[in-house]
Each structure stands twice: as C-alpha cells, then as structure tokens.
C-alpha cells in the first residue's frame, strides 16, 4: 500500500509557515497584497476567487477584488492591468480563467508584469522557468515539487513521465525539469504508446481530464504518482487515475480528491508573498 | 545505409527562396534589416558577424553591424538595444554570443523584443513556443525541423529523444514538440540510462558536445537521427554521433560537418524575412 501524498496535511502547515512571512512583512511595513480579476458571472469562477480572497485573508495577505462585468472589453482590462502593473502597493496580480469568450486570454496573461505574475501563466514566466530560474511557476507545479518534497522523495536521477501537457502543469513542469539532473518523457492521453510509456516512470505525473484513464498495468511497481484530475460524476470528482488498483503497486500516490488541489491556492499565497518580498528588496 | 541529411543542398535552395522573397519586400518598398551586435574581440565572433553579414547580402537583406569596444558597459549595450527596439527601420536583431564577461547574457537577450528577436533566444520568444505560437525558434531548432521537411519525413507519432538541452537547441525544441502530437524524451549526457533512452527513440537529437558519444550499439534500426555536435580535433570537427557505424543503422542521418551547420545562418536569413514581412503588415 503506496503512501498517500496528503495536500491537505501540506497545505495546513505550510500556511502557518505563510501567516509568519506575512507578520514579518508587515512589521518592515509592507503589507502583501494581491489583485484579483474576475471578469463575468460565471459562479463557479466567482466561487474560486471568493475561496482565494478568504484564504489571503486567513494568511495575512491583503486583496483588491475588481469585478468586471461581462461587457468589459480586452483594453479595459488591460489598461486596468497597466495600472495595477505600476501601483507598488500590488505585489501579484491573478485573473481568474476563463475569460468570456472574445477575450484573448494570452494577451491578457502577457500583460501582466512578470514580478507580478504570482500565478505563473504568462509566456515570459514560462520562458524564464525553461532558461533555467527567476520565473514564477503556476500553483499546479509548485504544489507537485513541494509534495514530493514535503514527503522526503528524491528527485534525483528519475525519470519523471509527463501525460498531457497544459499551460498549467505539462509545460511549466517540463520546462522546470529541463533545467534538472533528470530524466522525462512527455505524452498525449493518446498516445498509441502511453502504457508502454508510463511504465518506465518513476515519477508519473497524469494531467488529462479523464477518469481513470490510467490504469494499475499502466504503472511500475514503486512508482510515485501524482494525479492532477478532476473529473466530476454526480458531485462526485475522480482523478485520472483509478486509485483504488494503482495505490497496490506505487510507493506513494495523490488521493483525488485531497492531493495537488488543496495546495493550489496555498501555493498562489506562497507565490504572493515571494513577489512581495522580492519587491521589497 | 542511411539518407544523408543533407543541409548544403537544403540551404542553396533555401537561399533562392528567400531571395525572391527579399525582392518581394523590397518591391513594396521594405528594405528587410538586420542589425548585428558584436562585443570585443574574439576572432572567432567577429569572423562569424561577417559570414552572416554577407551571407545577408546575399539574400538581398540589409545589415546594420555595430562594433562596440569590449569596454562596453552592458547599460550601454541595452540602450543601443532599446533605440533598435523602437527603429522602424530595423526587423531583427542579432547580438553574437558569448559576450564579454560581467555581461549578463540573459539582461542583454531578454531586452531584444519578442518582434524582433529573429534568433529567438530571449525568455519570451521561448515562452510564446512553449504556450503554442507567436515566437521565434532558434536557428537551430529551425534547421531540424527543416531538414526533416525536406527529406520527407514524417514527424507524426514519432517518438524523439533529444540528448541534452542547451538554450539555443534542446529546450525550444522541446517547447515546440510540447505542442504536437508526438512523444519525447530528454535526458542529459550523463544519464546512467542514457543508451536505453537513445534507443527507444525515432528520432534523434543530439547536443552534447562529445565527439562520438553515441554509438551503433545506442540506436535502434531505422532511427533519424541530427546530430548538432560541433567537436574540433587538429582542425577537424567531429560529430556528437560516430557517423561511420550509426549511418548502417540509421535511416537517415545528418553529416557533420554539412548537416546542421550549413542551415543555421539560412534559418537567420528567413527569421529576419518574416519579421520584415510581419512589421509590414
């Protein structure tokens, strides 16, 4: 029976680790804070920033919440992110995805400044991560890395296989590693070759939307798994891979849900007060 | 035996193409420009910056070179950097590399802008691959993609394995292939499990800078395999792949010298079109 990679358990401790920085900002004056953009009424998106606002609250960290209605136009707000890319007093700058249709949402993301993208999307970000450092990464890579990290797991001469390659975890999660001592190989779900790939992994990380898709035959017996699925099934959310078979055969395994999800936003407060400690000198 | 990957014949016809497309611009009245930066001495930079100098004229592409002294302060270079940004006149440009030491390489580069960064190394170029579009590719990355093309060869669910990851090859080439529908694996030179890897792959990219690291016994029949290994030994330069016993095996192979090489300044040259092309409207 694998180890389970509990976020929740991380995310706890690493917040009283958060509230301590944020008190150690405030007391040289500077108090973190972080812009939130919704754009629209979609409740699931009004939901999540509501959750992060609250979450700021609890660590310390100060937020300006700006909802835009659904008619604001792209240079509405990207002159609003002109601005809150000048005003010292914001040290991150997030907008919630995704945007109402019509909105380029790279152009969006590129706007932002890059010691402010505490969220990690925007194309200079991402390039910084590949040349080798100094770029955010997104939650989702964050919260992997400190899962591993926070579990003792060496890195050290893995080979790490990537399924399914989004701007938020495939990408930035292999640009990270292209600038590590390890090895990786990454993959589309479909992949003709995909259960012939994810066996030589000692890493797995699965990204791909769909329930189960990854399977005990898939997995290398000691494989550490991290599974960024959400797949929901009446109320219920599954991860992408079937846990209940995978957990007899890797050494440590994400439960979904209770994994990578719990950390995201944790990660976003981690990046918040890095931004503003960094602006701070 | 293997086809020879041939990038002399690919360049000469290359060059033709881009010509026309030069008196194309130029019948539009764009004069398509390119500035070249060298800093200091080095001979070998400085005999570089002249090839491509000519190999500019050649294609009907103006050159602006600026010669600055190795006393250059990198504020003096960013500032010559800032007035090309903002010159209408100018389409790419190019700062030779390496620069003198207590140069940031990395300040110099990401100054370039992402329209204008015809070599395609700054972090944004990078980044904009990496999510999908938009960047320039190195010259490098360029001419693989190229000789591929022009042999025929199909990329589709190929499986490529790329030996080391250097800014100006690996790493955009991976940022490129996480956007198609192929697998790929990366590893360093040094990994234990390096002849495994190398032979599970279809196509091969090699980028160490070891003359004759990989061997016969390290390629699986019928790979494709570019080898931009560039390893001087008494005035003769040496390949990263033992060419004579790989090419058995092989179904197509790049020679070195007259294998990448020849493609690489070409790939510049047609950077720079499209850039003009692109400012143009």
Chains 1, 2 share one sequence.
């Not at 706007?111 to 990464?137: E, N, Q, T, Y």
């Not at 989702?140 to 893995?158: D, F, N, P, Q, T």
């Not at 079937?242 to 999800?261: H, L, N, R, Y």
Request: charged share 25%; aromatic share 4%; glycine share 10%.
């Amino acid at each position: 029976m694998a180890i389970l990679l509990d976020g929740r358990a991380a995310s706890s401790s690493i917040m009283e680790d958060l509230k301590a920085q944020a008190i150690e900002l405030r007391k040289r004056g500077i108090i973190p804070t972080l812009s939130l953009l919704l754009v629209g009424d979609d409740k699931y998106s009004g939901r999540y920033v509501d959750m992060k606002a609250k979450r700021c609250g609890e660590a310390g960290i100060e937020t300006r919440v700006h909802h835009l209605s659904v008619e604001t136009t792209q240079s509405q707000i990207l002159s609003l992110i002109e601005q809150l890319n000048r005003d010292p007093s914001i040290h991150g700058i997030m907008v919630q995805l995704p945007l109402p249709k019509g909105i380029n949402e790279l152009t969006i993301v590129e706007a932002i400044s890059p010691s402010k993208d505490v969220d990690g999307l925007s194309p200079m970000s991402l390039g910084k991560v590949l040349m080798g450092g100094g770029g955010f990464l997104s939650a989702g890579v964050e919260a992997i890395m400190e899962l591993l990290h926070w579990h003792g797991i060496s890195l050290e001469r893995k080979h790490w296989v990537i399924v399914g390659l989004s701007n938020i975890v495939g990408k930035p999660l292999a640009a990270l590693l292209m600038n590590m001592d390890v090895t990786f190989t990454c993959c589309n779900a479909d992949d003709p070759r995909l259960a012939e790939n994810t066996r030589r992994a000692d890493i797995l990380v699965v990204d791909i939307g769909r329930k189960w898709a990854v399977t005990a035959d898939m997995v290398k017996k000691g494989c550490v798994i991290l599974d960024n699925g959400n797949n929901y099934e009446e109320k219920k959310v599954y991860g992408d891979v079937d846990f209940e078979a995978v957990k007899e055969i890797a050494s440590a395994i994400t439960p979904v849900p209770g994994g990578i999800g719990p950390l995201l936003i944790t990660m976003l407060l981690r990046n918040t007060l890095k931004a503003a400690a960094r602006a701070s000198g």
